[in-house]
């Protein structure tokens, strides 16, 4: 019998990823820098798990479904991405630098942003966005398609007269790429963006591929 293939781990910055004997990582799903995979815990094909500067834990028993992606990033302070027990990540989830504590829910498509927390028990369903900062309470429920932001949290529909305000005060910006709120100025401010990705996602030119699955 051939010996299972837990995935593509990739060294960054000096950090392999750990993943425990009892977890099972697909053989294409990929795990860069410092990610910790506890003890059967399942990461299925196409998952991507990226710390960057920081770090990435998976906890006993969680799910990570397929193409879902969980990036840790340092670019603006340390943004891990936390996952607690018994927690389900759905297909094409999206997970920045946020906390996600045990037995939540995230549904097929659902984002959660930086520095948000989600509470034991929450769901977030399917296609829902849960803003950076956004305080989930334990069990708490985020419909499907709509958008979850603060704390105390508050939800919208997308066609809200009053969403594109409030996504504005969250400070997503700063958050996520240290630009000021503030600038009114599109092409500086995504120049600003841009740049902040190139010098953090330039780091992996010194990448090491230690498998291939």
């Given at each position: 019998?051939?010996?299972?293939?837990?995935?593509?781990?990739?060294?960054?910055?000096?950090?392999?990823?750990?993943?425990?004997p009892?977890?099972?990582?697909?053989?294409?799903?990929?795990?860069?820098?410092?990610?910790?995979?506890?003890?059967?815990?399942?990461?299925?094909?196409?998952?991507?798990?990226?710390?960057?500067?920081?770090?990435?834990?998976?906890?006993?028993?969680?799910?990570?479904?397929?193409?879902?992606?969980?990036?840790?990033?340092?670019?603006?302070?340390?943004?891990?991405?936390?996952?607690?027990?018994?927690?389900?990540?759905?297909?094409?989830a999206?997970?920045?630098?946020?906390?996600?504590?045990?037995?939540?829910y995230?549904?097929t498509?659902?984002?959660?942003?930086?520095?948000?927390?989600?509470?034991?028990g929450?769901?977030?369903?399917?296609?829902a966005?849960?803003?950076?900062?956004?305080?989930?309470?334990?069990?708490?429920?985020?419909?499907?398609?709509?958008?979850a932001?603060?704390?105390?949290?508050?939800?919208?529909?997308?066609?809200?007269?009053?969403?594109?305000?409030?996504?504005?005060?969250?400070?997503?910006?700063?958050?996520?790429?240290?630009?000021?709120?503030?600038?009114?100025?599109?092409?500086?401010r995504?120049?600003?963006?841009?740049?902040?990705?190139?010098?953090?996602f330039?780091?992996?030119?010194?990448?090491?591929?230690?498998?291939?699955?």
């Open positions: 019998m051939t010996e299972h293939v837990q995935g593509i781990r990739i060294r960054h910055r000096g950090h392999a990823p750990q993943v425990h009892t977890a099972y990582v697909a053989p294409t799903a990929t795990l860069v820098g410092e990610v910790l995979v506890g003890p059967r815990a399942r990461v299925m094909y196409g998952a991507v798990l990226d710390a960057e500067g920081s770090r990435i834990e998976v906890g006993e028993a969680t799910v990570i479904c397929e193409n879902a992606v969980l990036r840790g990033s340092a670019a603006v302070g340390d943004q891990p991405v936390l996952v607690g027990d018994h927690v389900f990540v759905g297909p094409h999206t997970l920045l630098g946020c906390t996600v504590e045990r037995c939540v995230v549904a498509g659902a984002t959660v942003l930086q520095r948000a927390r989600l509470g034991a929450s769901v977030v369903a399917v296609g966005l849960v803003h950076a900062r956004t305080v989930l309470p334990d069990e708490y429920f985020v419909p499907p398609n709509t958008v932001l603060d704390a105390p949290v508050r939800l919208l529909a997308p066609g809200d007269a009053g969403l594109a305000q409030a996504v504005g005060k969250v400070g997503f910006a700063q958050v996520a790429f240290g630009v000021d709120a503030e600038r009114t100025d599109r092409i500086s995504y120049e600003h963006v841009a740049e902040v990705r190139v010098a953090e330039g780091t992996h030119a010194d990448d090491e591929v230690l498998n291939l699955g």
